[in-house]
């Protein structure tokens, strides 16, 4: 029959392929849209972490302040001592003779007076939170050598130690058993030679104690338990 025309019908092959890339285009819009989801949550979780961190840091160097700010209030009774960041200066206190590593009795009277103080913040709740240690550090002046000055700021600040731990003449007031207890804890001896030289020689030859706090996270180390006789010293 001339001139009949048929219905158009689309090909076999279009029908098969067109679900194909509807289903295809849908996959990749969904794909997208969960890479966006995934993102966000990621950011998210950044961005708390680092708040966190943030609000703890604040909140550590808070605490540190407060406890340093006992110390301070502590050295006002303390004429010649001085406190720079979380380093305690014993200035006159706490001077050496030339190339010697002795302390007279008054000078170790007066460490045997401060100390406790620094004890006391050591138990304080904050103290045992933050404080790590305590760092003697002995200074020399720049004359003689490297290894000698070292040896003899080790020599300083052993004397220091000495003189907060050895019992002390029957007249003189000593450190409790417990406060002694808790310097062999928590205080290390360190040289320091001629590394940080002050104006004058002679104010270079003195004795500071470091604190160091812990970081957020860490533990302070424990220490054996120390079995002291009253007389031990």
Same mark, same amino acid.
């Given at each position: 029959?001339?001139?009949?025309?048929?219905?158009?019908?689309?090909?076999?092959?279009?029908?098969?392929?067109?679900?194909?890339?509807?289903?295809?285009?849908?996959?990749?819009?969904?794909?997208?849209?969960?890479?966006?989801?995934?993102?966000?949550?990621?950011?998210?979780?950044?961005?708390?972490?680092?708040?966190?961190?943030?609000?703890?840091?604040?909140?550590?160097?808070?605490?540190?302040?407060?406890?340093?700010?006992?110390?301070?209030?502590?050295?006002?009774?303390?004429?010649?001592?001085?406190?720079?960041?979380?380093?305690?200066?014993?200035?006159?206190?706490?001077?050496?003779?030339?190339?010697?590593? &002795? $302390?007279?009795? #008054? =000078?170790?009277?007066?460490?045997?007076?401060?100390?406790?103080?620094? @004890? !006391?913040?050591?138990?304080?709740?904050?103290?045992?939170?933050?404080?790590?240690?305590?760092?003697?550090?002995?200074?020399?002046?720049?004359?003689?050598?490297?290894?000698?000055?070292?040896?003899?700021?080790?020599?300083?600040?052993?004397?220091?130690?000495?003189?907060?731990?050895?019992?002390?003449?029957?007249?003189?007031?000593?450190?409790?058993?417990?406060? &002694? $207890?808790?310097? #062999? =804890?928590?205080?290390?001896?360190?040289?320091?030679?001629?590394?940080? @030289? !002050?104006?004058?020689?002679?104010?270079?030859?003195?004795?500071?104690?470091?604190?160091?706090?812990?970081?957020?996270?860490?533990?302070?180390?424990?220490?054996?338990?120390?079995?002291?006789?009253?007389?031990?010293?």
């Amino acid at each position: 029959m001339l001139g009949l025309r048929l219905p158009y019908r689309p090909s076999t092959r279009d029908d098969a392929e067109k679900p194909f890339w509807i289903s295809f285009s849908d996959m990749m819009t969904a794909l997208m849209v969960l890479f966006l989801v995934v993102m966000t949550v990621t950011l998210l979780a950044v961005t708390h972490t680092i708040s966190q961190t943030e609000r703890m840091k604040t909140q550590r160097d808070a605490e540190i302040n407060k406890l340093m700010a006992k110390i301070r209030e502590a050295s006002q009774d303390f004429p010649g001592i001085t406190l720079k960041g979380n380093t305690i200066d014993f200035g006159d206190q706490a001077r050496f003779d030339t190339d010697s590593n &002795r $302390l007279t009795r #008054e =000078q170790a009277q007066h460490l045997r007076a401060f100390v406790p103080s620094v @004890l !006391k913040i050591a138990r304080d709740p904050l103290g045992k939170k933050w404080l790590k240690r305590v760092v003697v550090e002995g200074y020399a002046d720049q004359r003689g050598t490297y290894l000698h000055n070292l040896d003899l700021s080790m020599q300083r600040s052993e004397r220091v130690l000495y003189a907060l731990l050895a019992m002390p003449e029957p007249e003189e007031k000593s450190l409790s058993l417990e406060d &002694r $207890l808790l310097i #062999e =804890q928590l205080f290390l001896v360190g040289g320091a030679s001629f590394n940080s @030289l !002050k104006k004058t020689l002679e104010e270079s030859r003195r004795i500071e104690l470091k604190l160091e706090f812990l970081e957020i996270g860490e533990t302070r180390p424990m220490a054996p338990p120390i079995q002291l006789a009253a007389d031990h010293y």
